[in-house]
Nanobody, 125 residues
Framework: DVQLQASGGGLVQAGGSLRLSCAASGFTVENYSIGWFRQKPGKGKEGVGSISTQDGSTDYKNSVKGRFTISSDKAKNMVYLQMDNLEPEDTALYYC??????????????????WGQGTLVTVSS
């Protein structure tokens, strides 16, 4: 079974950092694209960014560029979302998703095949 599990969420003050992890099982992340998404209270799901783990190329939503970094550890079959300089507006339930395509538009959640359960990030002002 293909499974993804996001973890690492928590409560942090504005300006702080968190690193979210996405553990993959049943497939090798090297052959997949992995995306990060979030759902703010009362809002729909939005793409944050993605990585094509085969070549390490990344893409990010404008509002998180320069603050968020997606990376992968192929040996551990993990993908990470490093979030720095967090803002209260980043408060959301964060998900990781996978696709066997080498590159997938992170802004189109319907293009992603596999989804993990979310991890909650709360940023206090």
């Amino acid at each position: 079974d293909v499974q993804l599990q996001a973890s690492g969420g928590g409560l942090v003050q504005a300006g702080g950092s968190l690193r979210l992890s996405c553990a993959a099982s049943g497939f090798t992340v090297e052959n997949y694209s992995i995306g990060w998404f979030r759902q703010k209270p009362g809002k729909g799901k939005e793409g944050v960014g993605s990585i094509s783990t085969q070549d390490g190329s990344t893409d990010y939503k404008n509002s998180v560029k320069g603050r968020f970094t997606i990376s992968s550890d192929k040996a551990k079959n993990m993908v990470y979302l490093q979030m720095d300089n967090l803002e209260p507006e980043d408060t959301a339930l964060y998900y990781c998703a996978g696709s066997p395509s080498l590159w997938v538009d992170y802004s189109a959640d319907f293009l992603w095949t596999y989804w993990g359960q979310g991890t909650l990030v709360t940023v206090s002002s």
